[in-house]
């Protein structure tokens, strides 16, 4: 894992241009604190940022082909990079390093850009093509590491991290107003849209060759599911669970693959426990496990992680996170997402990440991405609950149900059957809407959008993120089974847009640590897309088929758990002296300066936070999102590269 950086096209003097890249390389230097280096070509420059992992003597990077005309910046790892290799080999190549960058470099003259389908792995790289005079670059089928990039004076400028382009003269950071509307409901941009005018995001599974000053953009994977109820699957559940249990211990072991210790998140959950149980056996020098615990009970989970500890005999390490050590960090969360966010979910896996840092590890295994693939959230029974719901409108019994999968949520305990129908949107969304699963979550995360100024709601008239996200959409998705159009837009949306950027790739790579997901293995992937849904979501019992592959691998009261989600307090962490600053982010000056907010509306909320506290998600959510807007704004819109001193060349 490391960070890139680079341009391609228009003239640019030899100390100019490296005076660029190193401060491109400077503004993301905490994600590769282990080297940098520079390659300065006609019409093109690449820089990087080190994490070695993975061919620690002779893996510096920019790395060039054997002839000096095909150099690459590269970051993540490829890791079936042995396979290839020896295919490689059969084709009577050679490789002068042990290295997955090179396998990459050879297998690009081997096949050109579409050998991009060959490769496991969680990668974003820039490859020159010099006698082609072409750049190409390419992201990973899931998302996992992140690729950013934007025009300038008819040169084109790439980086792993906005604000390596913010480097660049020219480049200003302007709050994009829609982009700040689909956060305000989706949760995050929509791909390829950024919060930051003026620069995109390359999206998942994509790849853009650059040349003749033009870019061209397109898939090379996709996520499909079968288009029929149940798919043409004729195995038992016990046949898919054993193909299920060998591609997940396939996944596991290649992501062990390193010159370095690897470690392994263990919350406490199911995927995690999982993940660890499976790296344990193939560990020979026992495995470390992290985790982190809260002070507030209704968000800790330490009792299933001793309990996950003791049956699988780790070395555990745990990092306690208060309110007041969310609230301190936060500014700092806000610069490494470069986002506003909803939720302070993100603060405590930077801690972790931290704590892992601190003893001495800079790759960590995650049970990321199961729910998302073995339908886990709540939300994917929550939406068959409502479906449920909706062809008896007037039943007193079954809104009963959505109690059951909230357990957590005590205020839900005590309402009406006609509070529950109402406040889930029981019969209020047509059965056929495309966003029928996600519509409770995108009207009660719009709900914030109250406190928009007139100025910026003015912006906006007119226009609808949800509509946006809903024209995305694949042809085939009407015909999929509706628990597979959820989960579609889980995997495809909010897991690269949220999940693995705001709390992966950036809290981890904050402090040089790479995460690595076995349940986001392509192969898996693809493989859970063709499981029939009944064997995902039995009844109520999530994860169904997963459960059964690890048959025999946790402690039963870890196997059979319901699922917890993954939470943070919000406008709560706050309230200590480490959040005092939020009174001078809110203040009517403040918001006057930034002219996103309300500052009548947005003062009513301070002084319901002062007063009472906030309860409830839409207040929570609108007092983060302006909280991490305001942040956002003081950090990048206010400062523009003022802060980096100009490198030594």
């Known amino acids: 894992m490391c960070g890139i950086a ?104 081997e096949m050109g850009a579409d050998f991009v389908t060959r490769l496991n792995g969680d990668f974003a790289f820039a490859i020159w093509d010099q006698p082609r005079n072409r750049l190409v670059l390419a992201r990973d089928r899931m998302g996992v590491r992140p690729l950013f990039h934007a025009w300038r004076d008819g040169t084109f400028h ?120 499976l790296a344990v056996r193939m560990v020979p020098g026992g495995l470390r496990t992290f985790a982190v615990t809260f002070d507030d009970a209704e968000f800790d989970e330490s009792a299933y992680q001793a309990i996950m500890v003791k049956a699988l005999g780790t070395r555990h390490h745990a990092v306690a996170c208060g309110a007041d050590d969310i609230a301190g960090i936060f500014p700092e ?57 909706g062809r008896q409108p007037g039943s007193k019994i079954r809104p009963h149900l959505f109690r059951k999968i909230y357990p957590y949520l005590t205020s839900l305990q005590q309402q009406t059957p006609e ?38 709601r003015e912006s906006l008239r007119g226009y609808d993120a949800a509509d946006e996200l809903a024209a995305a959409l694949p042809k085939a998705f009407a015909r999929w089974h509706p ?47 063709g499981i029939p849904p009944r064997l995902k979501l039995r009844g109520l019992r999530e994860k169904h088929i997963l459960r059964e592959a690890a048959a025999g691998l946790l402690p039963p009261v870890i196997g059979q758990r319901s699922k917890q989600p993954y939470r943070a307090p919000d406008s709560a962490s706050f309230q200590g002296a480490a959040g005092s600053y939020v009174d001078e982010l809110m203040s009517a000056e403040a918001l006057a300066a930034t002219g996103l907010f309300n500052p009548q509306a947005t003062g009513k909320l301070l002084e319901k936070y002062h007063r009472d506290g906030i309860g409830g998600f839409r207040d929570n959510a609108a007092f983060v999102g302006i909280v991490s807007t305001q942040l956002w704004s003081r950090e990048f819109a206010s400062t523009q590269r003022q802060s980096l001193p100009e490198p030594a060349v």
């Open 158 to 277: 790439f980086a792993s991290e906005m604000k390596a382009l913010l480097q660049i003269p020219g480049v200003e950071a302007e709050i994009d107003p829609i982009a700040l509307d689909q956060i305000f409901t989706l949760w995050a941009p929509i791909a390829p849209r950024t919060v930051f005018k003026g620069i995109c995001e390359l999206p998942p599974a994509h790849f853009m060759i650059v040349e003749n000053g033009e870019a061209r953009v397109r898939p090379y994977w996709s996520l499909s599911f079968p288009e029929s109820d149940e798919g043409v699957d004729r195995r038992t559940e016990g046949e898919i669970a054993e193909e299920l249990r060998a591609l997940l211990d396939d996944a596991t072991r290649i992501r062990l693959r390193a010159d370095v210790e690897v470690g392994s998140f263990l919350s406490g959950g199911l995927d995690s426990s999982i993940v660890s149980a």
């Open 6 to 109: 680079g341009y391609f096209g228009g003239y640019r003097p030899q100390e100019e241009a490296a005076m660029l890249l190193r401060r491109m390389c400077r503004a993301i230097a905490h994600r590769g604190p282990d080297g940098e280096g520079i390659f300065v070509g006609d019409g093109a420059g690449l820089g990087h940022r080190r994490l070695s992992v993975i061919g620690l003597s002779d893996g510096a990077q920019p790395m060039s082909n054997a002839e000096g005309t095909i150099h690459i910046t590269y970051n993540g790892e490829v890791f079936n990079y042995i396979e290839l290799r020896r295919e490689l080999t059969a084709l009577g190549r050679r490789c002068r390093t042990s290295t997955d960058t090179e396998v990459i470099l050879q297998l690009y003259e």
């Open 419 to 456: 509070y529950l129908a109402a406040f889930f949107g029981a019969g209020a969304d047509a059965p056929d809407d495309p966003l029928f699963s996600h519509r409770p979550r995108m009207r009660v995360t719009a709900g914030a959008k109250m406190f928009f100024s007139r100025d910026l």
């Open 333 to 389: 969360i806000v610069r490494h997402m470069e986002r506003p966010v909803l939720r302070t979910a993100p603060a405590p896996l930077y801690l972790l990440s931290g704590l892992l840092r601190q003893e001495g590890l800079k790759v960590v295994l995650s049970g990321e991405g199961a729910d998302e693939i073995f339908a886990g959230y709540d939300l994917f029974k929550e939406a068959g609950i409502r479906r449920f719901c």
């Open 483 to 529: 628990l597979h159009q959820a989960q579609f837009i889980e995997t495809r949306f909010l897991l690269p847009g949220y999940i693995l950027s705001s709390q992966g790739d950036r809290m981890a790579m904050a402090h040089g640590v790479e995460s690595r997901f076995p349940f986001l293995d392509h192969r898996l992937v693809e493989f859970a897309a």
